[in-house]
């Protein structure tokens, strides 16, 4: 029995992926044990703060890293860093970058919402956000003649939300940044190599714990030095709302221990196996054809995704998703391609016999 039942709440399937809104991830006992002695005792917090950026910088190969408490704390702790500077008097008027080069770019086809729009979570660190180009089509002109001396770093968004085709690719955009001695800022948020864009050249690198750590509610950025001093400061300005506590970075860093010693090639392949499973049972159900999908940014994760044929079903996609919402336990599924006539399931967050609830639910769902 869920605890959440406790508080009259159904329980919930979640064949979405690692989505905030669904709690993201489930913690191990290893980080619910780091979570809980974490929370016991008294600690140092700029140490603690100190030993975290060291222990996650060796793991990332960092020249430093620095502890947060959201991915999206990350972004607006970056970009108020690459402003300010470090300096204290800049620090302690942001967002207000009035007669400052406080511009970051970005390409329009990054400029994405997922749960908030990211042009908010840049204005929050003082930034101004500048869409460079069309939202299918950016060149290479369309960023350098972009940049003025308003401009404080460039943007790049690696995530499924983003347009995928037309863009500049990240290594350009790491090669114009600095061309013109700017910093180039990653939003890295759901990702699973936590090394690659550091050892690319980026400068600021920003990850969720809590997505492919299965860590709790935390975030990390990680890069150049200079620039992670610059965003750690800004815990004493605009991020002091955004603080994490010392259990939350004892539940990241152990997470992040078993993530680097896990065996990721056999969680594909487990991945792999569930998936077939899962459309297998799905293809049985009239009007459904389910296949194998890799995920749309190209991370080694692979889903179910279920074409629904209405005049079989008689009905849409749409009202089936609504339809394993209103039961209980509550099924998720990806929400991405409903309109499109498409059901998405992620099978990594599954339980032992969700495969089955799933396919059974849909089965009385499409044919009564």
Do not use: W
């Amino acid at each position: 029995m869920s605890i959440y039942s406790t508080i009259g709440l159904p329980r919930v399937i979640n064949a979405a992926g690692r989505m905030t809104a669904l709690g993201v991830s489930t913690l191990s006992d290893e980080v619910a044990r780091a979570v809980v002695e974490g929370g016991q005792s008294y600690v140092v917090i700029d140490e603690l703060m100190d030993k975290a950026g060291e222990i996650i910088a060796a793991y990332t190969k960092a020249e430093a890293s620095l502890v947060t408490s959201s991915a999206s704390a990350g972004i607006c702790m970056s970009v108020a860093g690459v402003i300010s500077k470090g300096k204290k008097s800049i620090i302690e008027r942001l967002p207000d970058a009035g007669g400052l080069a406080n511009e970051i770019l970005l390409m329009k086809g990054h400029v994405v919402q997922f749960g908030a729009p990211i042009t908010s979570l840049i204005r929050l660190g003082g930034g101004q956000p500048v869409e460079v180009g069309m939202a299918n089509d950016v060149s290479e002109t369309d960023m350098i003649e972009a940049i003025s001396d308003k401009t404080a770093a460039l943007l790049y968004v690696k995530s499924h939300h983003c347009i995928q085709k037309g863009m500049l690719s990240l290594e350009k955009m790491i090669e114009i940044a600095h061309a013109h001695n700017l910093p180039l800022i990653v939003d890295a948020a759901a990702e699973e190599d936590m090394c690659k864009y550091v050892a690319m050249g980026a400068d600021l690198v920003i990850y969720s714990g809590a997505k492919a750590l299965e860590a709790p509610t935390s975030g990390f950025v990680t890069g150049k030095k200079q620039y992670i001093n610059y965003a750690r400061k800004q815990y004493n300005g605009i991020a002091r709302p955004m603080k994490i506590g010392k259990e939350g970075i004892m539940g990241l860093l152990k997470a992040m221990e078993l993530y680097f010693n896990k065996d990721h090639a056999a969680e594909v392949k487990l991945n792999l196996e569930s998936v077939a499973y899962l459309n297998e049972q799905i293809n049985q159900i009239k009007g459904l054809t389910a296949i194998q999908v890799q995920d749309e940014a190209g991370r080694e994760i692979y889903r179910s995704q279920v074409s629904v044929d209405e005049s079989l079903t008689h009905k849409s996609a749409l009202t089936i998703d609504a339809e394993l919402r209103s039961g209980n336990p509550a099924i998720h599924c990806r929400k991405h391609l409903l309109s499109m006539g498409i059901l998405s399931f992620d099978t990594r967050p599954l339980g032992k016999g969700d495969k089955e609830i799933i396919a059974a639910r849909l089965k009385e769902i499409v044919e009564g």
